[in-house]
Nanobody
Framework: QVQLVESGGGLVQAGGSLRLSCAAS????????MGWFRQGPGKEREFVAG????????YYADSVKGRFTISRDNANKKVYLQMNSLKPEDAAVYYC????????????????WGQGTQVTVSS
């Protein structure tokens, strides 16, 4: 069982940066792949970034490549999403999610979810 709690959302101007954190509980956190997803108003939840259990393989949506970075700290059971050069279209509720070993871009394949953190980007 894994419980996830996101933090770090807020209001930022376009071009600015935010770092989202996801704190996990559970003894086997290091065996879980982690993903970040987002859901804007009236939109479906979409994949943003993923990271395999070993931290070596990362995956990004085309819309965030080169601007966002996913990373993990297994010792402290945390995963991060560094977001730079934010755009108004990045505004959404951001969720972290966990699944065993390998990340995928499909939300349906994740077993555990946090409650989300709001990111607002002003133009």
């Amino acid at each position: 069982q894994v419980q996830l709690v996101e933090s770090g959302g807020g209001l930022v101007q376009a071009g600015g940066s935010l770092r989202l954190s996801c704190a996990a509980s559970g003894r086997t956190f290091s065996s879980y792949a982690m993903g970040w997803f987002r859901q804007g108003p009236g939109k479906e939840r979409e994949f943003v970034a993923g990271l395999d259990w070993n931290g070596y393989s990362t995956y990004y949506a085309d819309s965030v490549k080169g601007r966002f970075t996913i990373s993990r700290d297994n010792a402290n059971k945390k995963v991060y999403l560094q977001m730079n050069s934010l755009k108004p279209e990045d505004a959404a509720v951001y969720y972290c999610a966990a699944r065993w070993l390998l990340a995928t871009p499909r939300a349906s394949e994740y077993d555990y979810w946090g409650q989300g953190t709001q990111v607002t980007v002003s133009s």
